[in-house]
């Protein structure tokens, strides 16, 4: 019947020679690797926004200088990455690079940061994707924690089918979401500077309480906010090897389109929501309330709400191509459960997409699908990330011999302050907000890579066989216990006389009556193997038969002492509630003796 | 671990020739089998004037006359089961008489009765209990349901640990409940008869709304409710063994007594609560009420309370007996799972203990631990139980030859016949408030008697085994799948090669470069068996290992395949998140197929 599930739900196994990778064009490449990055300028304006708006509404004109800064941070992370690309043609995660250029402590902790980040793109796309359709319409409001939680079920299960990173599934909606964003900009800038007209937001007249002043902390706050606009601008220097020879220009290419064509979204949407003075509000986003005011509520407003919506669904796609691969390189490193490195019948890491369906749905449910609570456990991970990995770089063109080595390290070097000050920034006024989970989480996490590596080196170390070592002779007794005579006792009778010379059926007498019977029938049917009866006036079953074991054991030098228990295997589940309590307590009881193996020979019942 | 918190919680086994009874004083019977029947004094009178209130004050008054009838009907079926001790001197329950004497089927019916009333019992003793402390402690009242939860909790235990229905632990609380009882009502009828001065409960002015009418229904809805007063009376007619010799005689007259002072127990509180105007409330018992009244809020208020508390506790402990016995009688027959039959360290019937445990918190927890609420659902069980035991009364004096057979069946007969007639108005008038579940409930609990009874019948045939049928001789194959060469692996090789001659070692090939390495670490090892590689395109370990086994089975015709599993145990239960997966996946696959025995041959990891 699971069985029968599975392949409904996930669909038939494929085979590891199937495992191949498609070569993408440039145009379909900067599809399928932008979606997480440009997908922010879905939220990154309005997280700047609320964090101004705490000290009233004239704070909110800040935004645009709050928002060049962020585009030229975002210029100089692009140039930094772009060095990568040339350095790493085969990909250039940050794990990889901080493992290979710092040492395998740094590797794990810009692992810890990636995988956290990872779990967050998922909880802040999707819940940012719901927050565009309950924008449109609002009677979906109530059900924003429902939708995410199917959202997540949704591409957790299309995940294990196998859905590939198919550059033309990735470039419908990504292009609809880049031209409507465009027209956007462009319509409402044009209103706005040529033709008149262009009205104020609705909620640009609602009350903004003053919650306080507008403090250097407030703005460099807002600045931390307004940062996730860059979480996803790293995932090209991942998936190099997906371009077209030459690989590295046309991935670097791509990525410089990529950066132009976030940062002006970002900016133009940016300035749009100053021009029409929009004000944050719980229950519309920023961008819907701006294609509202600029377009009407008519089928061009409808079309940026669903070309938002899909962006941000295919944005929390991406995590579930990176971490599991992620996690499969750590756990093939040692580091995480063995299991996460396994791919599953449909070559995806399974494990991986399962874990990270629900991690993601915990935030949510923990979270309620706000994307605002989630933003600032955000760009910790990302920052830190950043940081580990253009340091790793600068130390790259430090060790070996390159021209225009002095250039590289100076662009590494700016990249790597630069997001190095942010994570300061970021964790510094974001920390009683929720950074500190993130803060404390990335330690833990690699506090918890090391237990997991020390016990697989422990393991590895005590299971290391000399080849000199041949299997030896073991002397051993099989015990059967017995409660009746019966088909069942008669089957396991059968297969422990074949294992071995020594087999002793062994009966513990609680009720002496029932005892007289049983040897009685025993000697009637004379199996060949003599019934041992043991009292047992405390009425355990255990206790006498793990003394007679010690007793055996003891005496006769058994290696190996063999329960060989009958066991009934039902018809149907709600049977089991009649039979086999006392071999699960035996099996249980037994599991951890040494130099004792339990053997269950199950009888199949017909009823 | 599990062990000592046992130890702790449980204490010491005991052995099976400990099991003794003890005999019993009439004094000390009267205590040990009266708590359930006079501790409904607590409850009885309120649940009248809960029913009657619904029609306003002036319908209170109708308290005395209901409560009339049920001392009559008392009367009755202490006289109907005063005959059934002399007819069944070893005891004679409800199940066994209405079993012998109607027919299997009848007795299952009373048997499920009874098991729904004894839970039932545990729920409303212990609500009424809790009642009992916050009507004196109302500080102590939002913590109800808490309250009722520990008082189970601590009776299970206690019963677990084996407390017995000792004689000289009941005699203290119930006579000092009885004691305290008289002197109430002594005192407060004697300040109103003879020395005036015996004011109104404070209860009396509140407003009491009109509801509804005063109808027929409402009158007989009260009475049904009342007849909670009569639970517990039929508890010596299945204890009699209990009493010393001459032990029917003894008994009768032990039953005498409890309906005497029963009835004048109950009379007089209704009397008290008539002539104080108690109005019931919610916060409030009405016994507490009276006792305020008549004592004001000193010493003796608090003895009433305390001493109503622990009859209470006392009552809930008696099922604790009935419970877990009948539920054995029952399992003994086949009609009930065969561990509730099983008395544990302590000599009790621990499972059945659990159980009632189980049910009767569930109770609490749904009804939120009120004892109004419970009553609707309480005494159709009772009645039923009544019933059919006096039925089978009926049918026993007109099948064997007796003497005064007449009078005999006479009485038996208004037994029967007033218990039916009062069994059908209380699930008329209690129908739809919680009765319905209980008509629903013991049908449906027959009916599962039968489903399980049907199973071990099926399962004996089943296994039924001919003195013909010796051992037979089985032709086998050990398949041991291997990923690695290691110590695990070859302590099981070890081991398999001393059970068969036929042994594989099986690799399902994933990596084919992991496969040439183990095949050069096997060829180098050399432990005398071949290692078989089956590729796996797929890479399912489970399915090319499946049809290995259907083709071994196929081709070499084998009675048996065994495949034998390396299982790590390790130190801590964290680790096994990091080992096993494998094995148990195939453990899980294989436990459904015929014919293949899995055995997990334990490693137990030092680290």
Redesign the interface.
């Known amino acids: 019947m699971l069985q029968t599930l599975k392949n409904v739900l996930i669909g038939q196994?494929?085979?590891?020679?199937q495992l191949a990778h498609e070569r993408l064009t440039n145009l379909k490449a900067l599809a399928v690797f932008s979606s997480d990055a440009l997908s922010s300028v879905a939220y990154a304006t309005e997280e700047i926004l609320l964090a101004l708006a705490l000290a009233g509404p004239a704070a909110l004109g800040y935004s645009l200088t709050i928002a060049f800064f962020i585009a030229i941070l975002l210029v100089i992370v692009a140039l930094s990455y772009r060095q990568t690309i040339f350095a790493y043609p085969s990909g250039g995660g940050a794990y990889i690079v901080a493992k290979e250029n710092l040492g395998t402590n740094y590797g794990l902790v810009a692992g810890a940061a990636l995988l956290v980040d990872y779990v967050l793109t998922v909880a802040v796309s999707i819940a940012a994707g719901v927050a565009a359709i309950t924008s449109a319409f609002p009677i979906l409001h109530p059900y924003t924690e429902l939708l995410a939680l199917l959202a997540i079920a949704f591409i957790t299960i299309a995940n294990l089918r196998g859905v590939r990173e198919s550059g033309s599934i990735f470039a419908a909606p990504t292009y609809l979401f880049v031209g409507s964003m465009f027209i956007l900009i462009a319509v409402g800038l044009g209103r706005w500077l040529f033709f008149g007209g262009l009205t104020q937001a609705p909620s640009a007249n609602q009350d903004l309480p003053v919650l306080g002043g507008l403090t250097l902390f407030l703005l460099l706050r807002a600045f931390a906010s307004g940062c996730a606009a860059l979480t996803g601008v790293e995932a090209i220097s991942n998936g190099i090897q997906a371009f077209k020879e030459p690989v590295s220009p046309n991935a670097a290419k791509t990525l410089t389109w990529m950066a132009g064509i976030l940062v002006s979204m970002f900016l133009g949407i940016t300035i749009l929501a100053h021009v029409t003075s929009v004000h944050p509000s719980g229950s519309e986003t920023v961008i819907s309330q701006i294609a509202r005011t600029v377009f009407g509520t008519g089928p061009l407003y409808y079309l940026i709400q669903a070309a938002t919506a899909m962006i941000l669904l295919l944005a929390a796609n991406t995590s579930y191509a990176d971490f599991p691969r992620l996690a499969s390189l750590v756990a093939k490193d040692g580091f995480l459960?063995?299991?996460l490195a396994?791919?599953?019948?449909k070559?995806v890491f399974a494990n991986g997409i399962i874990l990270l369906g629900m991690l993601s749905s915990l935030l949510i449910v923990i979270y309620r699908g706000e994307t605002h609570a989630l933003i600032p456990l955000y760009a910790v991970g990302v920052f830190l990330s950043f940081t580990l990995s253009q340091s790793g770089m600068v130390r790259h063109w430090l060790r070996g011999k390159h021209s225009h080595r002095f250039l590289h390290v100076l662009i590494n070097g700016l990249g790597a302050a630069s997001t190095g000050i942010v994570l300061v920034v970021i964790a510094a006024t974001k920390f009683i907000h929720g950074a500190w989970i993130v803060v404390l989480l990335i330690p833990l996490l690699v506090w918890l890579f090391w237990v997991?590596k020390r016990?697989?080196i422990?393991?590895a170390d005590?299971?290391?066989?000399p080849?000199t070592?041949?299997?030896?002779?073991?002397k051993?007794t099989i015990i059967v216990p017995v409660a009746g005579?019966?088909?069942?006792?008669?089957q396991t009778?059968?297969?422990a006389?074949?294992?071995?010379a020594d087999v002793r059926a062994v009966h513990i007498s609680?009720e002496p009556e029932q005892t007289e019977k049983l040897k009685a029938?025993w000697q009637?049917?004379?199996?060949?193997i003599p019934l041992i009866v043991i009292k047992s006036?405390?009425?355990?079953v255990l206790n006498p038969l793990l003394h007679y074991i010690d007793r055996i054991e003891r005496r006769e030098g058994d290696d190996?002492v063999t329960v060989m228990l009958a066991e009934?295997?039902p018809r149907r589940w709600w049977?089991l509630?009649?039979h086999n309590?006392s071999a699960l307590l035996l099996k249980a009881a037994l599991?951890?003796r040494?130099h004792?193996?339990?053997?269950?020979?199950?009888y199949?019942?017909?009823?």
Chains 1, 2 share one sequence.
Do not use: M
């Not at 009637?524 to 060949?528: I, L, N, V």
């Open positions: 196994p494929l085979r590891t020679s459960p063995r299991q396994n791919r599953g019948d070559l997991v016990h697989y422990d393991i005590e299971l290391r066989l080849v070592e041949k299997p030896k002779s073991i051993h005579v019966n088909q069942a006792v008669a009778i059968s297969y006389k074949c294992l071995a609680v029938k009637a049917w004379d199996p060949g006036p405390y009425r355990s190996v009934f295997v049977q509630a009649l309590q599991h951890f040494p004792t193996v339990v053997v269950s020979v199950p199949h019942l017909k009823h």
